[in-house]
């Protein structure tokens, strides 16, 4: 059982806890991050999630994602979600999220960071992630068009790569 922290809609946590899967009220928000890391190429890292992996399954996805656990700050959550997925260690003790995604039931902190990393030193989550790989803006978005990838909205995926450019990821 995996248990959340509840927040307001202004982002403040309300002391509650929800409880993973179940329904959560009008009015109650959760946080999810995502990390996504750039090559000096200019490519995305991302990640092929496992075919038994509910939601999603077989596709291509960002480079890491997942909900905050009850106790986690958006850093932590980052920093835990890229180590349990791929396995790779970075500090976001003094980073904050490049951008903030309102959805429906919660806050998407996005967190952009450019480093070269070796897919060969990587340790895949064997429950989650099943390959990794660089991709380019027009690769990801090819890969959209033909259902490889999460079908986020395109306007997303230009963001991200111009933002990268536009704010200077994060140099780890």
Known sequence: MELW???????????????RGEPLQEGNYHLVVHVCIFNSKGEMLIQQRQPFKQGWSNMWDLTVGGSAITGDSSQDAARRELEEEIGLTID?????????????RGFDD??????EVDLHTLTLQYEEVQAVKWASKEEILAMIK???????????IYFLFDIRNARRSIRM
């Not at 976001?92 to 429906?104: G, L, N, S, W």
């Not at 033909?146 to 079908?151: A, D, L, S, V, Y």
């Open 5 to 19: 922290d509840v927040y307001d809609m202004n982002r403040n946590k309300t002391g509650r806890t929800w409880v």
């Open 92 to 104: 976001f003790q003094d980073v904050r999220p490049h951008i903030t995604f309102h959805f429906e």
């Open 110 to 115: 996005i967190y952009l960071i450019e480093k």
């Open 146 to 156: 033909t259902g490889e990838f999460i079908p986020y909205y395109e306007s997303l």
